[in-house]
């Protein structure tokens, strides 16, 4: 929008609010920097205020502190009634002074008021004492003024302690200096009651130790009048705690396969006696742990027990079940008191073990642009060989990153407004002999401004059997050699000061460059209405010089000082620094800071506080009888200090002194007890140089520091030797690792526990999985650093006036903050895409791509292949004569070759253990840990597992009957010999093959390898068995064997059909079911049939929902009563154990009945809690009612004494008040409203009144049924009911509810349009709306009105379905569901069954099943398919046999026969089948399911194509994204939806490491 012509608009600027602001409040403290009393003051600023009341109060530490409000404990409570008066607020002390103040004060200026405050002091002479100061001013409201407490001392207090000891040091403010003679005495701050007067006084070193004191205390420090506290809390040493190195064998499962856990538990607690200052490790062995195994979904399928051994070890082996839910699985171990608690992670997942694995390298050098770089891929197979020629497919994606040279915290190195730079290029190539691929990358061009990239180097390695691993690399480009650092101490400047700026300029490794040229430059952001304008300000050369820290400041950081840039004018700047290498490469870093435009105020020094001091020592690490030298720089000298060194508590403690511009070295002797790490804390004090004023203010300074000492822990380590028989052996043979432990004296360790894993490389490359070395984790410096002693100081309080303090109550200025417009300012269109325009470059040969960035950043890489594919060479094994002998079969697989837990070395130190390998051709992880005592060690090594001749199958992970494959298996010669090898092929009954696949005859050159395509066709479901075997002309064979499972066909259900006879009958009912015949195999499916007396399914676990809710709410007692009053008589027919007893439930029904007088509120409503705190609620009250007349229903049979008065007062709040309750419960949505109001109608109409009855009738005829929700049609259909006068508003109603009906052939549920748009979701929360709550009022209905409606079962099975946790979501859909069941129970399925349900397949008997009292059982039957497609015959004996010779009759009839009258009997008839025809058509079971794929490769959309048919067609090695779509037309619960992988397809599983990163989706 824009103005037609300018326009001038005039407004007035008011003065500011006039009030009072404190530089600080509370407890503060001040140190009398003069001997004139007039120059102690307490400073207030004002803003047009002019007149200022002070109250002063003299009041004494000690006595007072604890009971004032300044302590936070103060248990005064201030009342806001009457005057405000500073007694409200001050309770302690006395009055010394009220008085009001004048001040003259320019209009909106900020300006100091200074109070004298000495004159309160207890002791003025010595310029010593405690003051609260109560300041109000004229025109405050109710609630503002200050209030401050303010301590004048000369002495200060700084306390450590540990969980048994305190030490006090006692020190002048001013100089620090010691403080001898102080006393001290202890408060409890809960009691107020003087803990014990310490006996002790501090020391020549103003040192005080005493023995802990009671927690939660205060401590007040005396020194002659002088007096200051502290208070010190509870130390945490972190002791005891418990250590464990729980590891298994290999990290990654798949189901089915056996998990070996190893683990060892140490605790570590203090030390008893002269050792307690240090921390001591213990086995606790016989400690039993429960062991509980859970899934990806915390489901627990295993658990056990495990005892710690003599050692504090133990071991545990479990099997995965079948159906394990995929994803990180995990066991806990735990003490029943969870004192011991620790947890072990593990992965389940489907996955195709690896048979090689691949790397890629970068040179190490820095990579900058106009440079280039090689990147190297690399692959070879795990049992031995290279993989030459195999296909690697590059991709090489450049992003634009930030770096920061390394030692240079808090300079900025980058631009704030960066560009953007995404870009990526692909390359493919065959590896060289070696198994190698080369790629050049060539950088060039630069962003604007320059920005480092970070390139990421992936290459996917596809084998000739199509297994693809990736790996990948990552580096960073730099656009200069140098960087430019800029630093500002502020982002906000005042006008007319000088810009607090440092430089650095530093090489990518972090060296300092000195002598270079920075170019800065400084703009100024002007807003403009849709741009920002820059406008520059300041233009400089400078050159670096060589420069050194500040050492008598460290908060100036390191870098060179930049002096005399003054802006004169406010506004948002931006700072430019830009440096350009010996190649004129530009490299630059920008800063955005602001300069505010007000009247500069004078300021005083920053507040007080304790600054780092730092400590250097001069190891890292150190050996036993070492000496460690500490050596201390202080911020400020001359001062004194105090150190401590401390493990588990306090060691010693000692004082020092250090003169002025001097440092000090602390000399630690290192002793035994200290390993692995002791710590030393160094406090010193003293003053901070001074500053000019009125007079010299000496400003007193502390700095607080600690460092770890660590120690060489290297007397616990054991020398742990593996020494495999054999490095490289063959599959399945017998071998040995033997293994010898030393320790430190290099003394054979005997008895030592030793756990050996082998395990497959290849499996454990997929994570990455590693076994911790146990010497890291018990002695680990981390845990012997968990004591972290208590500290208080009482310069906490310390303050010294500072502008930086004051909030004033103004209105920003308008200034662009970061990422606003300055950053869309600086933002450049780009463009994408390879190649094209000035800066693109075409594609011109295979070997050769590009990936460019975006043209405006002109930002280039060039990737060139300089690979060869030719050359091999390498050796392998020789050869043998060929003999006769069978060739052994590689049938055993599993990727761990032993897990021995628990050998025990013998006197010399060794153990040998034996195991067999597996039958992969592999390399295989040799693992050895052990442990004694204290004392542990950790070792490995690798044995290779190969052949000279080897063949690898690489079949599917499983088939779906009918399927047609290709098994691909791999011939590979580890020999310099060419063999002619004789392969054969042969399967069970499972799998069919052609005859001429069944052999091959290969020429295999020396060290090559080959693919055979072996073609197979499932025939039959269970498990495929396939063996291969390979023989050489001079004698070199292989054979291997694999198994997998063939999936039965995907059956469909021809027809479901559901029913009932009804009680009081016996009859039979018959089905016809047509005979499939030749349309479906024989061997899959059947027809299924489940009878039952009762669709009341378990009911328990919503009762006790109701019952045990522990809710105070109104709405929920009722719902507790209603539930007893529905189920009672239900749960106990079907004899339901856990039950509260009658008597129970009888007082849980009375007590709630006999509470509604209290609970009713005059106007005979009711709130949504007990007791009358807030107004009555319109559905609240019409609950209650409702529970009220269903009571009444049952009160003579149950013995309920019903409250006769307060349901004559619900009557009258009905007629009097409801209609003003929904009012102020704001439901005026008319459809919601009306609900309320036919709810009322409904419950009037159940206690005895008609009152509301022709209401809701008129609410209905205007309405219409479309008019009113579903719930409303629900309680009209029961109110109308057994009404002359209703009766074509019922049929009106029954007849728009079935058409409101979504029905399958078992269940039922009305579409309810209550979660529409127009109506508001918090009128729906107000009268508890749900679909589930819906569906329970109309069955209760349907039960009242039509009992013999065949939609009330379905009704009823629908509800059941949907609960979850045996249960429905909250208590209303439990209360009316149940009701609503209570009373199907009692119309249809109240006489106790009797019967026996028998059936018939035409002639053939299929069984029976008795049906007495009753019972929740379901008798199930199955008839397999040949017996519906053959026909079949009865022995005599009752049994049936079946030829398969004849067809039965094309109609088959099913017959169900109900023997008896008592009871209902429930059926239900399937049929499932398998087609022969396997393209199935779509099923319409009210879901629409869509599934799609697609290519997920960009730059090959054609990979993936739907052909006319409907089928898809599938490039090899392609990558596919497959989408689902799910949708319905009505409510659906409990929906899974399972999509099970073709047996072609591999999941590019993000959870291992091979994967390489996932395509980008486009959604």
């Known amino acids: 929008q824009h103005l037609a012509q300018e326009a001038v608009f005039e407004f007035n600027v008011l003065a500011a609010k006039a009030k009072l602001y404190p530089f600080q409040q509370g407890f503060l403290t001040l140190y009398p920097t003069s001997d004139d009393p007039a120059l102690l003051t307490y400073s207030v600023v004002s803003v047009n205020v002019k007149k200022i009341r002070v109250v002063l109060f003299q009041a004494d530490l000690e006595r007072d502190y604890i009971d004032s409000s300044f302590s936070g404990r103060s248990r005064h409570q201030i009342s806001h009634d009457g005057p405000k008066t500073p007694e409200k607020y001050i309770k302690v002390g006395k009055v010394v002074k009220d008085y009001w103040l004048e001040v003259d004060v320019p209009l909106d200026q900020p300006t100091e008021v200074k109070i004298p405050i000495a004159e309160a002091l207890e002791f003025p002479d010595e310029l010593i004492g405690n003051v609260i100061v109560w300041i109000d001013w004229e025109g405050s409201s109710e609630y503002e003024h200050i209030s401050s407490w303010i301590q004048v001392t000369k002495i200060a207090a700084t306390a450590t302690g540990d969980t048994d000891q305190t030490f006090v040091w006692v020190h002048n403010l001013k100089d620090g200096k010691p403080v001898q003679n102080a006393s001290i005495t202890t408060y409890a701050y809960a009691t107020k009651k003087k803990n014990s007067e310490i006996a002790q006084v501090s020391d020549e070193e103003g040192l005080i130790h005493y023995n802990k004191i009671a927690a939660d205390s205060i401590s007040f420090v005396r020194k002659g009048n002088d007096c200051v506290f502290f208070s010190i809390y509870d130390a945490y040493d972190g002791l005891p705690q418990n250590l464990a190195l729980i590891f298994n064998d290999r990290g990654l499962y798949k189901p089915k396969e056996t998990v070996s856990i190893k683990g060892w538990v140490r605790r570590l607690s203090k030390g008893i006696g002269a050792s307690r200052p240090f921390p001591q490790l213990s086995s606790p062995k016989g400690l039993v742990l429960d062991a509980k195994v859970n899934d990806g979904r915390y489901i627990e399928f295993h658990s056990t027990k495990v005892t710690l051994s003599e050692n504090g070890s133990f071991s545990l082996q479990f099997d995965l079940p079948d159906n394990v839910n995929l994803g990180n699985g995990f066991v806990t171990f735990a003490t029943a008191d969870h004192s011991f608690s620790f947890t072990n992670q593990f992965k389940i997942q489907e996955f195709r073990t690896p048979e090689f694995n691949s790397s890629v390298s970068a040179s190490v050098d820095p990579k900058i642009t106009e440079s280039s770089t090689i990147v190297t891929a690399s692959a070879k197979y795990y049992a031995g060989g290279a993989l030459d020629g195999a296909q690697a497919n590059w991709n090489i994606n450049a992003e634009g990153s930030y770096f920061s040279p390394s030692g240079y915290p808090g300079f900025t190195f980058s631009s704030s407004n960066q560009p953007s730079i995404n870009s990526s290029a692909s390359l493919s190539g065959r590896t060289d002999a070696d198994g190698e691929h080369k790629a050049k990358i060539n950088f060039f061009g630069q962003s604007t401004p320059p920005r480092p990239v970070t390139v990421t180097a992936t290459c996917n390695i596809i084998d000739l059997n199509n297994q693809q691993i990736s790996s990948s690399t990552s580096f960073v480009v730099h656009p200069s050699r140098l960087y430019v650092g800029v630093h500002l101490d502020s982002t906000f400047v005042i006008e007319g000061q000088q810009l607090p700026l440092s430089v650095v300029v530093s090489d990518v490794e972090g060296k300092p460059q000195f002598n270079s040229k920075i170019e800065l430059e400084i703009f100024q952001l002007i807003q403009k209405r849709k741009s920002v304008q820059r406008k520059s300000v300041y233009q400089k050369e400078i050159i670096v010089p060589e420069f050194h820290a500040d050492a008598d400041d460290d908060s100036k950081p390191l870098g060179h000082r930049i002096e005399g840039i003054v802006l004169e004018t406010g ?235 004051i909030a004033l109550e103004r209105e920003e200025p308008k200034v662009m903050r970061r990422g606003g417009m300055m950053k869309r300012c600086m933002a450049m269109p780009m463009s994408d895409g390879l190649g094209g325009g000035a800066d693109g470059y ?30 091999y060479e390498g050796g392998g094994y020789g050869g043998s004569k060929e003999d006769n002998s069978p060739i052994a079969v590689r049938s055993n697989f599993n990727p761990l070759a032993v897990f021995s837990p628990d050998a025990k070395t013998d006197a010399e130190g060794k153990v040998t253990i034996n195991f067999k390998m597996p039958d992969n051709l592999t390399s295989y992880r040799v693992w050895t840990i052990t442990a004694k005592g204290n004392l542990f060690g950790r070792h490995e090594t690798s044995i290779s597992a190969q052949l000279p001749l080897m063949i690898r199958p690489s079949a599917p992970r499983f088939l779906n009957f009918a399927d047609k494959a290709f098994i691909s298996v791999v011939l590979q010669s580890q020999t310099e010999k060419e063999l002619q090898v004789k392969v054969g092929f042969r399967t069970n009954s499972n799998l069919q093959t052609q005859q001429n696949h069944r052999g091959f005859l290969v020429n295999l050159p020396p060290l090559k390898r080959t693919s055979l395509l072996f073609p197979v066709e499932a025939v039959e479901v269970g498990t495929a068995r396939c063996q291969w075997a390979a023989s050489s002309s001079i004698g070199f064979s292989d054979a291997a064997e694999v198994k997998f499972p063939i999936w039965t066909p995907c059956t469909s259900e021809a027809f479901a059909t559901y029913g009932e006879i009804d009680d009081g009958e016996t009859k039979a009912i018959i089905q016809p079911v047509l005979n499939p015949k030749d349309k479906v195999f024989a061997q899959f499916g059947g027809l299924e049939v489940n009878l039952s007396s009762t669709t009341l399914s378990s009911l328990t676990d919503c009762f006790l929902y ?184 019922s049929a009106s109603i029954v007849r728009f509810l079935a058409n409101r009906v979504n029905e399958t052939a078992e269940t039922a549920n009305f579409i309810t349009s209550f979660s529409d748009a127009k109506l508001a979701s918090s009128a729906q929360i107000l009268v508890l709306h749900s679909d589930r709550k819906t569906d329970g009022i109309l069955l209760d209905a349907l039960l009242v009105t039509d009992p013999k409606n065949p939609l009330i079962t379905k009704i009823v099975k629908g509800l059941l379905a949907h609960k979850k946790k045996g249960k429905w979501h909250n208590s209303q859909e439990n209360i009316f569901i149940l009701l609503a069941l209570d009373r199907f129970f009692r119309v249809l399925e109240s006489t106790p069954p009797d019967f026996s349900g028998k059936l018939w397949l035409d002639d053939l008997y299929l069984g029976d099943h008795s049906f007495k009292g009753f019972s929740t059982d379901v008798a199930k039957f199955f008839v397999p398919m040949q017996h519906v497609v053959y026909s079949s015959s009865s022995s005599s004996d009752g049994s049936s046999s079946s030829s398969g010779e004849g067809q039965a009759p094309d109609v088959r009839n099913l017959v169900v026969f109900k023997d008896g009258n008592a009871g209902r009997l429930y059926y239900r008839l399937g049929l499932t089948y398998a087609p022969r025809d396997l393209k199935l058509k779509a099923m319409s079971n009210g879901f629409v399911v869509e599934r799609t794929f697609k290519s997920a490769d960009p730059k090959d959309p054609d990979a993936v194509q739907r052909q006319p048919d409907g089928s898809w067609k599938i490039k090899k090695n392609a990558t596919v994204s497959v989408k689902l779509t799910l949708s319905n037309s009505s409510r659906r619960y409990h929906a899974a939806l399972i999509d099970k992988i073709a047996g072609g397809f591999e999941v590019m599983n993000p959870a291992l490491s091979i994967t390489g990163p996932l395509p980008k989706s486009e959604e």
Not at 613 to 636: C, H
Not at 662 to 675: A, G, N, Q, R, W
Not at 855 to 870: D, Q, V
């Open 842 to 871: 075409a594609m011109s040969q295979p070997c050769f791509a590009m990936a460019a960035c975006s043209s405006s950043s002109r930002e280039m890489m060039m990737m060139e292949c300089e690979s060869s594919c030719g050359g």
């Open 571 to 805: 506004g948002s700047f931006e700072l430019i620094a830009k440096i350009r290498d010996e190649k004129s490469l530009l490299n630059q870093a920008s800063k955005t800071f602001w300069v505010s435009g007000v009247v500069s105020t004078p300021r005083g020094p920053p507040q007080v506080h304790t600054q780092n001091l730092e400590l250097i020592l001069d190891k890292t690490l150190y050996e036993v009888d070492q000496t460690a030298k500490i050596f201390v720089q202080p911020p400020f000298t001359p001062c004194q200090g105090v150190w401590s060194l401390y493990s588990a508590s306090f060691i010693e403690r000692h004082s020092f002194t250090i003169a002025e511009n001097s440092t000090h070295v602390i000399e630690v002797p290192i002793l035994k007890e200290y390993s692995p790490v002791v710590r030393i804390s160094v406090d010193v004090v003293g003053s901070q140089p001074p500053l000019k004023g009125p007079q010299e203010l000496v400003i007193p300074a502390s700095a607080h520091g600690v460092a770890s000492i660590e120690i060489s822990a290297v007397r616990n380590k054991l020398k742990v030797i593996s020494v495999p028989e054999s490095t490289k052996v063959q599959p399945g043979a017998e071998t040995s690792v033997s293994i010898t432990v030393r320790d430190f004296e290099d003394k054979p360790v005997a008895d030592s526990e030793v756990t050996l894993i082998v395990v497959d490389e290849a499996v454990l490359s997929l994570t990455g999985h590693s076994i911790g070395d146990p010497f890291d984790t018990f002695l680990s410096r981390m845990s012997f650093q968990s004591f972290n002693p208590s500290r208080a100081d009482s310069r906490g309080s310390l303050f010294v006036l500072s502008w930086d303090q």
């Open 1106 to 1289: 109701l019952w045990e809710c522990s809710f105070d709410m109104v709405e929920s007692a009722a719902s507790r009563a209603l539930s007893i009053v529905a189920l009672q008589d239900v749960l106990k027919s079907f004899n339901v154990k856990k039950l509260p007893s009658n008597q129970r439930m009888f007082e849980m029904v009375q007590n709630f009945l006999d509470n509604l007088s209290k609970w009713q509120y005059p106007n005979g409503g009711f709130g949504y809690y007990p007791g009358r705190n807030s107004q009555s609620r319109s559905y609240v009250s019409t609950f209650v009612g409702f529970t009220l007349s269903r009571v009444i229903a049952k009160a003579e049979a149950n013995g309920y004494s019903v409250p006769k008065d307060v349901v004559s007062k619900l009557l009258g709040y009905f007629a009097n008040s409801y209609e003003n309750d929904l009012n102020l419960d704001h439901i005026t949505t008319p459809i919601i409203r009306d609900q309320c109001l036919i709810f009322a109608a409904y419950v009037q109409n159940e206690l005895g009144s008609s009152a509301g009855v022709e209401k809701a009738a008129r609410i209905y005829r205007e309405r219409k049924n479309e008019g009113l929700s579903m719930e409303s049609l629900g309680w009209l259909l029961q109110t109308f009911h057994g009404k002359d006068a209703y009766k074509e508003d």
